[in-house]
């Protein structure tokens, strides 16, 4: 049995590419009666109700399972909760969606991801460290504005991004969760195949939609300003604001095969992205 620890982006297409290959799933979330795990329960998979701050609920949900898909928003205590019960009932493997985790990064969340990842290490549970660059998924937070004004605008400046496909991520996270073994003890640096500036995301959008997308260059505290204006709390705001500006400053221009190397095909380029989510921009 493989524990997937929420339903968000990648837990939900790990946990639906596990059934698929019907490979028994549990998926913890913390509503039931939301659609998605609704959708995953007709798919087979069995569904866990809990919160990552109950140790009780997830020690629950953690009974008989051989892998964990640690997937979530990512708060140390809560995920280190997850850690400490996957060490308490022997699991034998922990695949963790993480990112640039440094302690020494200027963001937060980056921080708080370097505390998780040296919590496992610590646990002395196997695991598998998947560190990614930014989802193409993150363009649908600005689908709306897109939608109804035809632009966007971020504090990346002409930084280009290493962006995968959260499905893609999701994909390597079941492939590993499935087949733990020769995984164990590495660190891979997820990306999708070619670098994307804000500017070519215009551009396949404005090919795509068959109108001009125009993207505006904004400062830090604009970027800022404009998410927490769309609705985003100003701590998660502030932190994405940073993570935009350190992309205009070269930090997401990387890009590998790691993808390529687990799924044994490209991951998927933006291009591909944007045609799937067409909709959602129109
Ligand atoms: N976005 C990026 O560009 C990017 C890049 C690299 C790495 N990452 C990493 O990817 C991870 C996030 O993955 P994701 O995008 O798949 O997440 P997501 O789509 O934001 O989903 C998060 C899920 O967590 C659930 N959740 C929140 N608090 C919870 C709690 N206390 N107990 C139980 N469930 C809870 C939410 O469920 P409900 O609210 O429905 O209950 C939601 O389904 C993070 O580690 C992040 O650092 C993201």
New binding site residues.
């Given amino acids: 049995m493989i524990l997937v620890t ?6 939900t297409e790990a946990a639906r590419l596990l059934r698929e290959q019907d490979v028994p799933v549990r998926v ?4 039931p009666d ?1 659609a998605t795990p609704k959708a995953l329960a007709a798919a087979g998979a069995e569904i866990a109700s809990g ?3 109950i140790p009780a609920g997830i020690d629950a949900a953690m009974a008989g399972v051989s892998a964990v898909v640690l ?4 708060v140390p205590a ?1 995920e280190l909760n997850v850690v400490a019960s996957a060490a308490r009932a022997g699991a034998a493997h922990v695949v963790k ?3 640039k985790a440094s302690a020494d990064s200027p963001i937060a ?1 980056r921080r708080g ?1 370097a505390e998780i990842e040296a919590g496992l290490a610590a646990a002395g549970i196997p695991h598998t460290l998947l560190r ?1 660059n ?2 193409m998924q ?1 363009v649908l937070a600005l689908a709306p504005t897109i939608a109804a004004t035809s632009s966007f605008g971020s504090a990346a400046g002409k930084g280009r991004a290493g962006m995968v496909d ?1 499905r893609d991520v999701a994909a390597v996270a079941a492939a590993i969760a499935a087949s733990p073994g020769p995984h164990a003890g590495k660190t891979y640096w997820l990306t999708g195949p070619e670098l994307v500036s804000n500017y070519d995301v215009a551009a396949v959008l404005s090919k795509l939609l068959g109108r001009t997308i125009t993207y505006r260059e904004l400062t830090f505290q604009e970027n800022k300003d404009a998410m927490i204006r769309a609705g985003v709390p100003e701590q998660i705001a502030e932190m994405n604001a940073q993570a935009f500006s350190l992309t205009a400053d070269g930090d997401a221009e990387w890009v590998t095969d790691d993808v390529p190397a687990i799924l044994g095909r490209p991951g998927r380029p933006f291009e591909q992205f944007a045609a799937d989510h067409a909709a959602a921009f129109s």
């Fill in positions: 929420t339903a968000g982006k990648v837990g913890l979330v913390r509503d939301k919160d990552l701050e997937v979530s928003p990512a809560q969606a993480t990112s969340r991801q990614s930014a989802y993150n959260a």
